[in-house]
Nanobody
Framework: QVQLVESGGGLVQPGGSLRLSCAAS????????IGWFRQAPGKERNFVAA????????DLADSVKGRFTVSRDNAKSTVFLQMNSLKPEDTAVYYC????????????????????WGQGTQVTVAS
């Protein structure tokens, strides 16, 4: 069955870095765009980043531009979110998700355009 498993979260000091991984199984990763979203306690889930099936195009939320990058290794069925210069406001549970088959890149920021989600990984930025 389709599975997405995030890893790499943890506790980091402000200004630090983390690299999240999203391991895919049960489907051919290189047929799909993948998105990253995050949800802080008491807040709605928000778009963070997305990457097309080939990795040739990426999109990043304004709040993380210049600090986060998204990449993928289709041969390893894994998508990455490199997070640098982390801030306390980046604290959240981070989720990766598979954009539905036929989904438009123009809809990649919308969570309801994704059909499978991972369980999430906690990122806490605090001193």
């Amino acid at each position: 069955q389709v599975q997405l498993v995030e890893s790499g979260g943890g506790l980091v000091q402000p200004g630090g870095s983390l690299r999240l991984s999203c391991a895919a199984s049960g489907f051919t990763l290189d047929n799909y765009a993948i998105g990253w979203f995050r949800q802080a306690p008491g807040k709605e889930r928000n778009f963070v980043a997305a990457i097309t099936w080939s990795g040739g195009t990426t999109d990043l939320a304004d709040s993380v531009k210049g600090r986060f990058t998204v990449s993928r290794d289709n041969a390893k069925s894994t998508v990455f979110l490199q997070m640098n210069s982390l801030k306390p406001e980046d604290t959240a549970v981070y989720y990766c998700a598979r954009q539905r088959n036929g989904g438009s890149w123009s809809s990649a920021r919308k969570s309801d355009d994704y059909d499978y989600w991972g369980q999430g990984t906690q990122v806490t930025v605090a001193s």
